[in-house]
T-cell receptor
C-alpha cells in the first residue's frame, strides 16, 4: 500500500538547488518521513529524516509542511554525483522495516 | 566509521545450486536486516535480527532461504536451491536500534544472477 507519492523523474541543473517533492496525505502523527537515495550499483544511502520539524544536515534539508501531508527534500547545490533514485518513505514509530516505493529518478545535468 | 560490508559483490550460479551471502554490520549496531531488490523495484525486507534473535522472518521464503546471525554480529543469508526468480540484489542493512527514529544504513549488496 503506497503511503507516498513522488514524481517519477526530474532534471536539475548542476550547481542549483534541487527540490524534490513528496506527498504523504495519509501520514499519522507518529510516523516519520525518511529520505534515501540509491546511486547506480550501490545500496540505498540514508539522507535525512524528520517527524514534525524541519531538519538539516550536511547532505540536505527536509521541509515538512505544517499539516505534515507533504514534504520537500532540498539538495542545496546539486552536483553530477547527486544523480540517483530518491526515495521518500513514511515509517510508523512501531514498524522497523522500510517500505520503498518507486522513487524519483533525479538527473543532474551540467 | 566503517559502513556495512557485504561479500561477494557478484555471484553467478545455475538454478538449483546453493549460494551464501555474508554481511558485517556497522560496529555496535544490534539490529540487522536483509532486503531483496529485484531489478527496477525498491528493496523488500526478507528478515530482521535483533542481536542474534530473529524479530521478523515473515517475508522469507523458508523453503529455500535461511539466515543466521551467530554471536549477534556477522550474518549469512543462504539460498538452497536457487530458482530463476531469485535473481536480484541482496542488501544488508544495520541500525543502532529498532525504533523508527533509528536510520538503517545499507551495504552495497550482492548481485545474484541465476542461469
Amino acid at each position: 500500500d503506497a503511503k507516498t507519492t513522488q514524481p517519477p523523474s526530474m532534471d536539475c541543473a548542476e550547481g542549483r538547488a534541487a527540490n524534490l517533492p513528496c506527498n504523504h496525505s495519509t501520514i499519522s502523527g507518529n510516523e516519520y518521513v525518511y529520505w534515501y537515495r540509491q546511486i547506480h550499483s550501490q545500496g540505498p544511502q540514508y539522507i535525512i529524516h524528520g517527524l514534525k520539524n524541519n531538519e538539516t544536515n550536511e547532505m540536505a534539508s527536509l521541509i515538512i509542511t505544517e499539516d505534515r501531508k507533504s514534504s520537500t527534500l532540498i539538495l542545496p547545490h546539486a552536483t553530477l554525483r547527486d544523480t540517483a533514485v530518491y526515495y521518500c518513505i513514511v515509517r510508523p514509530h512501531n514498524d522497523y522495516k522500510l517500505s520503498f516505493g518507486a522513487g524519483t529518478t533525479v538527473t543532474v545535468r551540467a | 566509521e566503517a559502513g556495512v560490508a557485504q561479500s561477494p559483490r557478484y555471484k553467478i550460479i545455475e538454478k538449483r545450486q546453493s549460494v551464501a551471502f555474508w554481511c558485517n554490520p556497522i560496529s555496535g549496531h544490534a539490529t540487522l536486516y536483509w532486503y531483496q531488490q529485484i531489478l527496477g523495484q525498491g528493496p523488500k525486507l526478507l528478515i530482521q535480527f535483533q542481536n542474534n534473535g530473529v524479530v521478523d522472518d515473515s517475508q522469507l521464503p523458508k523453503d529455500r532461504f535461511s539466515a543466521e546471525r551467530l554471536k549477534g554480529v556477522d550474518s549469512t543469508l543462504k539460498i538452497q536451491p536457487a530458482k530463476l526468480e531469485d535473481s536480484a540484489v541482496y542488501l544488508c542493512a544495520s541500525s543502532a536500534g529498532t525504533g523508527a527514529n533509528q536510520p538503517q544504513h545499507f551495504g552495497d549488496g550482492t548481485r545474484l544472477s541465476i542461469l
